[in-house]
């Protein structure tokens, strides 16, 4: 669960600094082998939703929540809802990405 909960912060905090009315839902599905988590907000503009460049550059203090995402779940991507937008990111049920680089 500690993957699940460090994406979640990620995406609640991009929600929070890159639109203007901040998330406004929250949803979290458990089910069979995966985590679904997905952060809804008002704003339907999904294009400005992509990995940061700064994610590659080890020195910089911000723009790694969709690379953190990425390397931990095991897809994400956003989906456009009746009301704006939600980014979504799914990860395994039951082992961190930490067991999972260990071979475990």
Not at 6 to 12: D, P, Q, R
Not at 58 to 81: D, F, I, K, N
């Amino acid at each position: 669960m500690d993957d699940a909960v460090l994406v979640v912060s990620e995406l609640v905090g991009n929600a929070v600094r890159h639109t203007t009315a901040g998330p406004d839902c929250l949803t979290i599905e458990i089910g069979g082998d995966q985590v679904v988590v997905a952060v809804h907000d008002p704003e339907p503009d999904d294009a400005r939703v992509h990995l940061s460049e700064a994610a590659a550059d080890p020195l910089a203090e911000s723009g790694r929540g969709l690379w953190l995402a990425q390397t931990l779940a095991r897809r994400w991507y956003v989906e456009t809802t009746a009301v704006g937008k939600a980014v979504v990111a799914v990860l395994p049920r039951g082992k961190t990405a930490v067991s999972r680089a260990a071979g475990s």
